[in-house]
């Protein structure tokens, strides 16, 4: 199937009369039916407040249990708190630089190091944070990270795709071999 670049313009006119398929992207893990959820979107009449505004969507998917959009929300307050929580503490950990590092002359004198480096990464094969030294160091967790670097790079070139001025970005993405 080929793929178009769409303009500003013409990413405008989309409705629910000329898209034919929709999908969530696959790295995202959505389970629902992207082209209802497409619908629905198309329904919400936001052209009010300059486009797709997530309080109103959640406010329709809240009042129409029977939407789509309703069965992708956690409305059980108690474990969507915990899910929330859990993405804070994710994004301080996953946010956090080490700056400077105290080290050592050989005359056993401190010096403050510069260094600006990502302590924790997240691979996609582990459940938790690994320090970004260790991975870099082990051959196999450095790999899982370049599998997951690229995983990343197709997902942005997924959701920016319909930025013309990118195409050189797009065509070396695609010329990679992870």
């Given at each position: 199937m080929e793929q178009k670049l769409f303009t500003i313009n013409e990413l405008g006119k989309l409705s629910s009369n000329n898209v034919v398929e929709c999908k969530f992207v696959e790295a995202s893990r959505i389970n629902l039916d992207a082209n209802k959820v497409f619908k629905e979107l198309v329904k919400i009449d936001m052209s009010s407040v300059g486009g797709i505004q997530p309080e109103y969507v959640w406010e329709y998917a809240k009042y129409h249990t029977d939407s789509e959009l309703h069965k992708g929300v956690?409305?059980?307050?108690?474990?969507?708190?915990?899910?929330?929580?859990?993405?804070?503490?994710?994004?301080?950990?996953?946010?956090?630089?080490?700056?400077?590092?105290?080290?050592?002359?050989?005359?056993?004198?401190?010096?403050?190091?510069?260094?600006?480096?990502?302590?924790?990464?997240?691979?996609?094969?582990?459940?938790?944070?690994?320090?970004?030294?260790?991975?870099?160091?082990?051959?196999?967790?450095?790999?899982?990270?370049?599998?997951?670097?690229?995983?990343?790079?197709?997902?942005?070139?997924?959701?920016?795709?319909?930025?013309?001025?990118?195409?050189e970005v797009f065509e070396a993405i695609d010329k990679l071999q992870i």
């Open positions: 956690d409305w059980d307050i108690n474990s969507a708190a915990k899910k929330y929580q859990l993405q804070q503490i994710h994004q301080i950990i996953y946010n956090l630089r080490v700056v400077k590092v105290r080290a050592l002359n050989s005359d056993d004198t401190s010096m403050c190091i510069k260094v600006n480096f990502q302590p924790y990464t997240h691979l996609s094969t582990s459940k938790g944070y690994d320090s970004t030294f260790r991975i870099v160091s082990d051959v196999e967790k450095y790999e899982q990270l370049k599998r997951d670097a690229y995983r990343d790079l197709l997902h942005w070139q997924q959701k920016y795709l319909g930025i013309v001025e990118l195409k």
